[in-house]
Structure formats: C-alpha cells, structure tokens
C-alpha cells in the first residue's frame, strides 16, 4: 500500500476579507488512493480547494501544481470546479451547500485550512480536509475514506457552526463530484411494489436530472438513491470509463446530475432538501451521510465487484459468512395458521434439509387479534388463541428438528386498533388537528422521539430476552409518511423530523448491535424498500422483493446486484401459479433462479411431493455443497443482460482463487426450434483447464459436453452452446479446475 504521513497537516492562512481570485498554478496537492484510482484536490493561490481528478490511479500527482485553469470570460474568476461548491462565491450551478448566517447573509465563501490524513487502519485511509469561510467562523469538513483493495472510496461532510447565533442549513449535501467528457449515461433504477429495481439507462443532456425520495420512510422501492455513469457511450459490461455511486442513507435523499453550459457533469448527492431546513446552533455539528463511489476503467463489471467486496466486508453484518437456507410461513399461511399448520412445515423443511423456519406476520395481538393487517400491530405479545403454548413451544420444536427459529416483527408501525396507539397517541407521527392517513391500515411512530427509540429496542431485545432460543430476526416496514409531524420536536424544528427519524432509527440499530453483533437481521420493509448502505450496514440480508416470480426476480436482482452484494439477496422459491403475478413456471426454473443469491422457500412445503420432492431436496443439498460458498464469496459476472435482445440471462459467480466456479443460463421467452444460447464465460484464470458439470438435471441434459474439460480460453473466447429454448428453460453448471 502507498505510504502517508500519519496526521499530515497542510496549512494555509486564510486570506483577508476582501480578496481578488488570482489565476494561477496551484500551492498544494492533496492525493486520495486506492489500488487502481486517484482523487485528487488542489489548493490554488486564493485559498480555493479544487477538484482535480477522480479515475484511474494518476502516478505523478504533483504535475496537478502546474495545473492552470482557464479565465472564465467577464470575471475575475476561472473554470475551476471546488471540492465542495457553495452559494455565494460565483458557483452558478447546484450548490453542495446554502447556509443563512445568523446574521442573514445568504453568502458562504469556503477556504482551505488543512488536511489530515490517518492510515492506522489496515486497508483503509481517512483524509480530513477543513475549509472555513472566509468571514464567517463557520467550518466544513470534507471527509475520504479510501479503501485501498477494494477501489472503493466514501466521502462525507460534517457541518460546524461557531457563529455567535443559529446559522439555518438548506443545503448540505455529502459530496460533489464533477466528471467531464463528450458525453454522460446514467443508469438509475425505479419501480413499484413487486417491480423494484428495474434498471434504465438514459443519455444526460444539459439541465439536471434528479432522482430522490420524500417518502420518508421505505425510500427505495419506488427509487434507489444509487447510479452507475459511463463516460462517451452507453455502459459496457467489460470495458470503458464507468463510475459507481451509492448513498448510505434510509431517509429522503436527492441525487442531482447537472450538464452544466460548459458541457461538464456536476453530480451532487445528499439527504434531499425538501421540508428539511436544518437549524445548526451555536456550537452545533452536523454529519452528512456517506457517499460511495467506485470507479472502473474496464466497464460496469468491475464497478460491481468492486462494491460488493466493500459491502461484503465493511457495508453488512457478517457478509462473508454462510447464510442459513430459509423457510418464511408468509406465502405458505398468511395469518390463517395455528400450532398444527406451523409444526407441520418445520417437519417438511427439516425433511428438506433446510435450516430455519420463520414465522412471518399474524403471531401476536390479544386483545386487538392479528387476523389480517387491520388490527394488532405494536402488541409485541404472542397471541394465545392461535399459539396456546406460546413461541417457546415453536422454537422447541423446530430445535428438537434441527432447525433454527426466526420472526417477523414491524416495530416502527402501529395499528390504530391496537392497545399501543390507545395507550401512546403522542407516538404517533401526525400533524395537529388533522385527520390521520393510515396505509395498509397502520400509521407510523415517531423515532424522533427517544421514547418511541427505547419502545422500538425493547420490542426487540425483550423477545430476545424472553425468548433466547430466538435465532432470526425479521424486520419489515409496510409504509412511508404521507403526513409529516412530531409531538415531540419543538414547533421550530418541524423540518429536523425527517432527518431525525432516520437518525433515531440508526440509534435503535446501534444499541440493537452493540447487544447482538453477530444476530441475523434480516432488513425486508416490504422488499426492497430499505435498500441502501445506510440500513444494510445493521442487516445481514436483505428481502429484494414481496414478487417472488421467478422471471420478474431476474430482472429485479439483475437491477439489485449491479450495487449491492448478492451474498445478501434474500430470494425464495415459491409455489405456481406465483402469488403475485399469477404466472407458472416449472419448479426447477423456479430454483435455478433462487440459487443466484441467498436461497430460501416461501411456501407450503407439503405440497411438494414426488418427483418434485426429490429434484427439490437435491436443488437444495447442491446449493448447500457447491453453490453457497461461490454465492458468499465468489466474484459475479454477467454474461447476458435480461435486457438485451435475444431472451436470454446467464451469469456466474468465479472463486476469488480461480478454481472453482457455477453457471446460470435462463430462456426468458418462447425461441423458434434450433435456435440455442452461446454463452461465452468470464473470469476464469486463462491459463487453466475446467471440467463443466451440470447440477440440478431434473433427468435431462443441456450441454453436449456434460462432464467434460475445457480451456478457459476456449470457454471465454468461444463459449459454449446449450440447449435451452423453451420458455422457463434453465440450467445451471459447475466448472472446477482440472490439474
């Protein structure tokens, strides 16, 4: 790793109130690095801190101090681009930041003070460069933590204001990035319920483009606050200039892509200023949420690897490790299930070789019974008429099968019939002398409020403390905020409400994993609702969607894992005709497709029977032994786009060591007879010869050279042709090293 100077300090004075920006060759060069990028700063003669570079690794950075810009014409300013762009200093474009002093002033003028930079952490620098405006004692910090392996780096601020009365913040965005080149494609991701993460990709023309959330709560399941930008052409799996950005927050957020007049692209991501003026005290800090960015040279692939080895290890709980095959009740029982319905498919599942059972919604409520979604939610006790014996008898019961038990909880929400919204209206997210809006029957509490934070942890820790046998957690959320408003914040802070929540929320998580660090979570909010690095970070998986059809989940967990790490992506096989879109596809389409990420069942498992019970527990023993460590740790590849012409899918995910490695290949769509697949591979050393071995059979083979060994050469630069053309047609091969 390159080498820096712990706590290294660059000084410069501030220059005098009235100054005039000097066109010059820059002072001083601050150098950001990971393996294969650099971001580089610069400090010019007025004190200015200027963007420079973001890309691929520059090894003189010192030639940056000869660095001039251009005189921008009829001023006495240039086309330099700062670090952190501000209103009043001549930026025309978004600003990163727009503060109103205390003494009104709508102006700040940031300058450079210094730059410090700590390595002591293997693998990972962090870079604090302070600006100060030039009249105001008013700071920003600009934050970089650069992760050295993984070509990753994230970047925040932290607002600080010393002035002698409330400065008001309404724009305070975690990072700006300027890019230029002849031309800009963004892919960004949009939905609905059942149909997240659909994937576009649009050329950016001049003006802004924004995606943002104000739902407030569930943000992602109608937008990501993530994007993939390839420079001069459309992205490109395995070659040209593609960047990756992701923001790691829960809340409202906006991501803004302004082609400026002078053809350069700003990109401005942050907590979305909507309704959300922010009121910074004397003496007050403010953290912006993190920002990741990853850069690639070698197109979008690599953009992906790259982030899902950061979110593997540094974005999720226990990323790296196995992750247990999953029974959820949800499309097996709904909320019509007793101790018999339960017990019975733990028998099936433990038969099955699967690992855990959760019981999903319907469980608790006594007094206000969890029949449906109308009553209930927020009475966390077990519900006696449906389980007499209570949850310990359950969690006996799938021990005594060797399997773990989990639960599903909705502990930010409320029913107002329930014993909790009679007992505690205040906790209740309102606005006075208005009507509540339910949705999905419930309203929302106020994490704002430290009382409804201690209610949400308690509700966890004390099943877990009165249930230990407990192995499994989870967590949904069924709706957003429709109506804004705490009993709790003062009426001079209304706009804090937004934020706040999202922050009291990380603090429940916090206290929740300081007590259990290693406890599956599993992070649903009506799947794919709470994707982000801000809540993955507290979750090991998490739901992608309530769609569990088999073709519709290809193309959501194509749009998915493009950012975020496979070895998360909770994907189930479910019953035919599917729940949610009717269709019906053959059983082993349905696996061959869950076996892509986290593999789990969302079904009556007894009505799996004969052949379909054999080809079903041998799906689930080969995921088990050759699938699951590749879907953990293995490197992703995509080989065919379920977007590009042709009806085709395939990926494979290849050991980090090169050795080992498994194939997928799906026929989206009806093909005229003779019309097959070749699917070229990827990843593999090509210096090596693979045996290709096909699993999950279901008594037919697809490839002519089942069994056989190959080149890797061969296999990348000819591929190989299979023998799926019907509609649902599915394979799926193993390829290991042959010595």
Known sequence: MHTSINKLIFGIGLVCLSFTLAVGQNTKVIEIKTKSTSLVYAVDQSSRLIFQHYGKTVDSPENFKQHKAYAKPDTDRDFSYEAYPTFGLGNINEPALAAIHSDGSLNTELAFVSAETDDTQPGITETVITLKDRVYDFTVELYTKAFWNEDVISQWTVVENNEEATVKLNNFASSFLPLKAESYYLTHFYGAWAGEMSAAEEKLENGIKVIECKKGVRTTQTENASFLLSLNHPSLENSGDCYGGALAWSGNYRLAFQVDEWRTLNVISGINPFLSAWSLKAGERLATPEMIYTFSSTGRGQVSRNLHDWGRKYAMVGGTKIHDIVLNSWEGAYFSFDENTLTGMMDDAAEMGIETFVLDDGWFGNKYPRNNDDAGLGDWQTNTKKLPRGLDYLIDYAHSKGLKFGLWIEPEMVNPESELAGNHPEWIVQSADRDKITWRNQLLLDLSNPKVQDFVYNVFDSLLTSHPGIEYVKWDANRHVEQAGSTFLPASEQTH????????????????????????????????????????????????????????????????????????AASHVSTSPNHQTMRMTPLKFRFDVAMTGRLGMELQPKHIQGDERVFAEEAITNYKQFVRPLVTNGDLFRLKSPYDEGGWASQMYVAKDQTSAVLYAFSLEPHLRGIYPTIKLNGLDAKKKYQIVEINKNGKTRFRGDGQTFSADYLMNVGIELKIADQFDSAVFLLNVVH
């Not at 999202?502 to 992070?523: A, M, N, W």
């Not at 909010?525 to 998986?541: P, V």
């Not at 519709?552 to 950012?563: A, D, M, P, V």
Request: aromatic residues 20%; glycine residues 10%.
């Open 497 to 568: 409400f937004w934020i706040s929540y999202t922050h009291g929320l990380y603090s429940v998580y916090e206290r929740i994993r300081e007590k259990y660090p290693d406890f599956v979570i599993q992070d649903c909010a009506s799947g794919g609702g709470r994707l982000d690095y801000g809540a993955l970070k507290y979750h090991n998986e998490y739901w992608t969607s309530d769609n569990t059809d088999p073709l519709s989940r290809i193309f959501i967990q194509y749009g998915t894992t493009l950012i975020y790490p496979p070895v998360g």
